[in-house]
């Protein structure tokens, strides 16, 4: 089956810092990936969705100096969390869509971020 | 805007027990619905979908019927095992791939 990994997959940072995490589809290419946040007992929120060789689409509210996604190739998005502050704590899931195929969404275990 | 509303959890029962999960949508347009299962420790998994009124979606002997006339989408299984312990999200999904999830139900099988 289709597999999507994300790296790493706990982290802890110090406010002020930036973090990177990475979205792989291991054995498909992906042309759209789609970056969520989830908080504890409550539901995934769809932050923006990526498209490869071009801009993100985020959702309102998201703020997208401060959510950088970078979707450089078909197996490959990036979400750098800028300056981050002890709110931007939680968990961060990735997923990938193959091609043609939008209503198919596989996705990765999650990255815990804890900003101290 | 579209919403996607599952009954709160935790939900506990016992093996061979009857599984009912609530799930009822809001869309202002024709959504395809979703139940994605999350066990621990691992990503979303796709359990079942359908994309039309009527249609049934079935899959390791879980299933939902799409209702418009309820809007509803609600998640069953005959006879639990305790390797259905997970959460079970209910997920609304436009043309374009957009996924509105609900809060999500722990299920909880003891044997």
């Known amino acids: 089956g289709a597999v999507v990994s994300q790296h790493p997959s706990w982290v802890i940072c110090k406010s002020g810092t930036s973090v990177k995490i990475e979205c792989r589809s291991l054995?498909?290419?992906?042309?759209?990936m789609f970056w969520y946040r989830q908080f504890p007992k409550q539901s995934l929120m769809l932050m923006a969705t990526?498209?490869?060789?071009?801009?993100?689409?985020?959702e309102q509210g998201v703020e997208k100096d401060k959510f950088l996604i970078n979707h450089a190739s078909l197996t490959l998005s990036t979400l750098t969390v800028t300056s981050a502050h002890p709110e931007d704590s939680s968990f961060y899931i990735c997923?990938?869509?193959?091609?043609?195929?939008?209503?198919?969404?596989?996705f990765g275990p999650g990255t815990r971020l804890t900003v101290t | 805007g579209d919403s996607v509303t599952q009954m709160e959890g935790p939900v506990t029962l016992s093996e061979e027990a009857f599984l009912t999960i609530n799930c009822t949508y809001t869309?202002?347009?024709?959504?395809?619905l979703f139940w994605y299962v999350q066990y621990p420790g691992e990503g979303l998994q796709l359990l079942l979908k359908?994309?039309?009124?009527?249609d049934k979606g079935s899959n390791k002997g879980f299933e939902a019927t799409y209702r418009k006339e309820t809007t509803s989408f609600h998640l069953e299984k005959g006879s639990v095992q305790v390797s259905d312990s997970a959460v079970y999200f209910c997920?609304?999904?436009?043309?374009?791939?957009?996924?509105?999830f609900g809060q999500g139900t722990e299920l909880s099988v003891k044997p």
């Open positions: 997923s990938a869509s193959p091609p043609l195929s939008s209503y198919e969404q596989y």
């Open positions: 054995d498909f290419q992906a042309t759209t």
């Open positions: 990526s498209n490869e060789g071009s801009k993100a689409t985020y």
């Open positions: 869309a202002t347009g024709y959504p395809s």
């Open positions: 359908a994309t039309k009124a009527d």
């Open positions: 997920a609304s999904g436009d043309q374009g791939g957009k996924l509105i």
